[in-house]
């Protein structure tokens, strides 16, 4: 004879029912996300002694991650690998600030503009020079360059057969170089170079000069112009992401309020309501 199903108690249905139930209301675990910086970019990025990486692009990666609920791990390395690595999957996005130029435009989706950010020139207090490249051509210049920035094809594209081009992995070889005179100038970041040198009593014979220069697609108009985070294409859905997080931190003035750790003036209009707070 067969014996008869057994029927489930009541207190095991109620069990069963309320694990059922917590597991559909209990929140999702937080994905992983690897995001590429590289952490020698003073003020925005920067490893501190004790290997911590900070600065201003890392902790608003850490607050953008906490508000779209991800669990993020930085990956340092120059920044002439950061573009090939990212396409190559060894990270999810790159929270360098990246210039839009039209050859990285067709390989990279470019979130919102976290910081304008142009490039200028970093010569002798005392120097007078013409930024034409009649003006500064037949010198013997010798320019300091970021390997793998923007910075480069835009001297070769408006100062051609200027310079002598000397490359560097980072904004701190530079500046030595700079400083014990084995180059004649710079061409980087304004904001990096007012307040790593400019603003620092070492930059007291050194200036700004030749004006700003947007290294971007020259078809961005002026007020869409900024440097942005970046996904390879395909990744659309990831930065954006991303840019909800940003607009949420830029909104409720805590953007500003991490900027201010490390740069004392504002780097976007959107931070215009804030300044006051």
């Known amino acids: 004879m ?39 970019y003073p003020p925005f990025s920067i490893v501190a002694s004790d290997g911590h990486l900070t600065g201003f692009e890392p902790e608003l990666a850490r607050e953008v991650c906490k508000r779209i609920g991800a669990e993020c791990e930085f990956v340092v390395m120059d920044f002439k690998a950061l573009i090939p690595s990212l396409l190559q999957g ?16 067709e390989k990279l989706t470019y979130g919102t503009p976290i910081v304008y950010n142009p490039a200028t020139f970093v010569v002798k207090k005392d120097s007078d020079y013409t930024f034409t490249p009649e003006g500064l051509a037949g010198k013997g210049l010798k320019i300091g360059l970021q390997r793998g920035a923007s910075s480069i094809p835009y001297v070769d594209k408006h100062f051609p057969d200027v310079f002598e081009k000397i490359l560097y992995d980072n904004p701190d070889q530079m500046r030595l170089d700079l400083m014990a005179g084995r180059i004649d100038m710079v061409f980087d970041s304004k904001l990096n170079w007012t307040f790593e040198l400019i603003m620092k009593p070492d930059g007291k014979d050194w200036k700004l000069a030749g004006g700003d220069h947007w290294l971007g697609d020259a078809s961005i108009p002026d007020d869409k112009r900024g ?14 992401r991303f840019d909800k997080g940003i607009d949420e931190v830029i909104a409720d003035c805590t953007f500003t309020k991490l900027r201010k750790q490390f740069l004392d003036v504002a780097i976007l209009t959107r931070e215009a309501p804030c300044l006051d707070k």
């Open 227 to 240: 440097y942005s985070w970046a996904v390879p294409k395909g990744q659309e859905a990831l930065i954006a």
């Open 2 to 40: 067969t014996s008869s199903p057994k029927t489930p108690s009541l207190a095991a249905t109620l069990g069963l029912a309320a694990g059922i139930l917590a597991a559909a209301t209990a929140p999702a675990a937080a994905d992983k996300l690897l995001l590429g910086n590289e952490g020698v």
């Open 90 to 105: 060894k990270f999810d996005i790159l929270t360098s600030q990246l210039s839009p130029t039209p050859e990285r435009l």
